[in-house]
């Protein structure tokens, strides 16, 4: 979604995709990187997410390729991807637009977590435009007891794992990662992100999926070979997102998503464990 979220009413684009080699790719996650463009996000029934059906967010951000720069006073060493300066590849972070240091860490969302499950339940319910965030009938959400007693229900049953990008400076979540369909034969996932208005164009959506990436192929309760992601083929910004990240065009859904104003193919891409140890 861009900033406010919007989708592209540009007709279909099959040709718009250069993958790795070919060009574009994309999960159902995505974010580019230059200022004032559009990102996109998998999330799923239920968080707005709610009735089981992936959810593709799009928002905006800027995050330019990753720098390597000379170091504020006293750090020798920083990475700035858009308006965040990283210190050393540590959670230690400055925002260049907030002007404030902030410490960001990725962390898993239990069950027991119920102040943060209200703040993403109040995030989907403040989220206007959830027809354009996936090819399936948008269902009603849920009141906050049936919400709860889904995601737990999902959590306890390992149907569902919830990630957030957590400032720990203000102790809130910013973002929010969920990853579904573990397959233990092929030891595959599906996973998709979102983020609410108030945090988008700050670099935020990238740096929680690069994050969610290094988390996910070290983990060891879904000992994981491939991680993929499907969006929109006119989501440019989630294209570029993803191909930042290293992913892979698989295959192209024709026609799959359709809007008010036009429709557009499903590209499905997928990033395997080798790819991600060799970035």
Aim: charged share 20%.
């Amino acid at each position: 979604m861009s900033e406010p979220l919007h989708h592209h009413n540009s007709p279909v684009r099959r040709q718009t995709l250069r993958l790795h080699g070919a060009h574009h790719v994309l999960m159902g996650a995505s974010v580019p990187l230059t200022s004032g463009s559009q990102l996109a996000v998998g999330l799923l029934p239920g968080l707005l997410i709610f009735g089981l059906d992936i959810i593709l967010v799009r928002w905006s951000m800027g995050l330019p390729p990753q720098t390597r720069t000379g170091g504020f006073a006293g750090r020798p060493e920083e990475t700035r991807r858009g308006t965040l300066r990283f210190c050393n590849g540590q959670n230690l972070i400055f925002n260049l637009t907030g002007g404030r240091t902030m410490s960001l860490d990725l962390i898993e969302v239990t069950a027991a977590n119920v102040d943060i499950h209200r703040t993403l339940y109040r995030w989907d319910h403040e989220e206007n435009h959830r027809e354009q965030f996936t090819c399936r009938p948008i269902p009603a959400l849920p009141d906050w007891d049936a919400f709860m007693e889904s995601i737990v229900h999902r959590l306890h049953s390992d149907a569902l794992r919830i990630f957030v990008l957590w400032d720990a400076t203000m102790k809130a979540p910013l973002g929010r990662v969920t990853t579904f369909d573990y397959n233990s034969r092929n030891r595959s996932a599906e996973f998709g992100y979102y983020l609410p208005p108030v945090h988008r164009q700050h670099g935020y959506g990238r740096e929680m999926v690069h994050r969610f990436l290094a988390k996910m192929f070290a983990d060891r309760i879904w000992p994981l070979h491939k991680l993929y992601a499907t969006t929109a083929s006119g989501n440019i910004p989630s294209i570029r997102l993803l191909e930042g990240l290293g992913f892979h065009l698989d295959g192209v859904m024709r026609e799959h998503y359709w809007f008010e104003t036009e429709v557009q193919d499903q590209l499905c891409c997928s990033l395997l464990a080798r790819e991600w140890k060799l970035r």
